[in-house]
């Protein structure tokens, strides 16, 4: 597709008002999560909640994890192990 055929397909777009135009800068940002439930249930595969869990290895200066937490992580861990071996 050309830039010609590009532009002319977004500006088909925006009359028709299947799409909108906001000025640069204008962007929404995700807010950012904040409970360690919404990080550990935001690791998609176990390479990234090895990452999660294993974070002091890059930044030693982060605490420890509480009992709880490690308990959540290693069963989150089980739960993904359970889900691969299935499919």
């Known amino acids: 597709m050309s830039n010609e055929n590009i532009r002319a397909w977004v500006l088909q777009m925006l009359e028709q008002g299947r799409a909108t ?13 904040h409970s360690f439930e919404d ?3 935001a690791c ?8 999660f869990a294993n974070r002091r290895r890059f930044d030693p200066s982060q ?9 959540a992580i290693l069963l989150r861990k089980m739960e993904m192990q359970n889900k691969r071996k299935k499919k």
């Open 39 to 41: 990080r550990l249930n």
């Open 21 to 33: 135009c906001h000025p640069a800068g204008t962007h929404v940002v995700p807010e950012p999560m």
């Open 44 to 51: 998609r595969d176990i390479g990234e909640l090895e990452g």
């Open 63 to 71: 605490p420890k994890w509480l009992p709880e937490q490690r308990n």
